[in-house]
């Protein structure tokens, strides 16, 4: 297949789950949907096939006493496409728990293993978005989880959800139930609205700015990443803004999670992109602040 795409001059796309790409037009290449699946367990490392359902890992990983993906929970998409924006929810991420990935290059065809480190990782971010774009496809990735449970609860909304739920000391599997019921509540569902979750990515501020915007802006919540760094909700700039259920065509700021554009029926990219595009100026007119696009643009 790939030596067809070479001798054709065919470009390449690996397509995963699709939760996170947005096709701007008609892709003129060939589509790959790979199809490697199957778990391997060795010890506490767990190697998948990149074409394993990622909520579907979760749970079974969960089944099989390993833990430490449960604040990753019903994250839609398939377990390869997880490395390429670091997925992450409820206070995790998935560098914390990878360890390497097995990509074949498309121009050669050659078997390619990444570390951690060669990944590149950052907030919703790899080698895989801009170096590499384009460049390999996943076939497998290996974490290390752990026998040994240690809660992950510095979200309030899934402590609050732990506590409706009953008394007691929460299990691993508690953990995946209530952020399973947090994002069914907060997140519009990919199946039923098609949307590639969030748009933007939350914004990043310096202590002093930070200071300095809450002179203005009292209530803006705020979440320290490192010593000195701290993000600030996308979603709160874009409500604050005025724009949660601002609409073009059938694309629509989401009411129930402003960070999410939703498609209402029949969107164009055209729409997509141009309230994008609107959220992103009245976002910078208010605040100052220019949003970045989260997913990926074809
Ligand atoms: N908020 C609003 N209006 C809204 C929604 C939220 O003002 O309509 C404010 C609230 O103050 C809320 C805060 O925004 O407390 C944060 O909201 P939330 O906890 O839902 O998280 P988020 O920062 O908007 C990030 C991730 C999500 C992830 C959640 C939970 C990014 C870009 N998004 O959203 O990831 O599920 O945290 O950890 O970092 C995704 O990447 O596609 C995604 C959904």
């Known amino acids: ?26 892709f003129d290449g060939l589509v790959l949907m790979l199809d490697f699946r199957g ?22 990983t969960l089944q099989r006493g390993l833990f430490g993906l449960e604040n990753l929970s019903l994250i839609p998409g398939l377990a ?23 990509a074949t290059d498309l121009s050669t065809g050659e078997e390619i293993n990444f570390t951690s480190s ?16 384009d460049r390999m496809a996943i076939t497998h990735i290996t974490l290390r989880l752990c026998s040994d449970f240690t809660p992950i609860l510095n979200y309030q909304d899934v402590v609050n959800e732990l ?8 299990t691993a599997t508690d953990i995946s139930d209530a952020v399973i019921a947090v994002r069914k509540r907060k997140l519009p569902n990919p199946d ?26 009292p209530d803006v919540p705020s979440r320290q990443l490192q010593s000195g760094v701290h993000k600030i909700p996308a979603a709160w700039l874009i409500e604050k803004a005025g724009m949660k259920g601002m609409s073009i065509g ?6 129930l999670h402003a960070l999410v554009i939703v498609n209402r029926g ?13 959220v992103e100026k009245q976002v910078l007119a208010e605040f100052g602040i220019r949003l970045e696009i989260e997913p990926v643009f074809y």
């Open 39 to 60: 778990v391997q367990v060795d010890g506490q490392k767990v190697t998948v096939g990149a074409g394993e359902n990622w909520h579907w890992l979760v749970r079974h």
């Open 192 to 217: 039923k609205q098609g949307n590639v979750g969030s748009f933007f990515k939350n914004p990043e501020m310096q202590s002093q700015k930070l200071e300095k915007f809450k002179q203005r802006w």
């Open 266 to 278: 029949n969107a164009s990219s055209g729409d997509v992109l141009g309230l994008g595009a609107r």
């Open 118 to 133: 060669d990944c590149c990782f950052g907030y919703r971010h790899s080698i895989f978005k801009d170096e590499l774009k």
């Open 1 to 26: 297949m790939l030596a067809f795409a070479r001798e054709e001059k065919l470009r390449i796309l690996v397509l995963g789950g699709g939760s996170n790409i947005v096709f701007t037009k008609n």
């Open 80 to 102: 390869g496409a997880a490395p390429i924006q670091n997925i992450g929810a409820y206070g995790q991420e998935l560098d914390q728990v990878f360890v390497e990935l097995e």
């Open 250 to 255: 059938d694309a629509a700021v989401s009411t």
């Open 163 to 170: 506590e409706s739920l009953g008394e007691g000391i929460p």
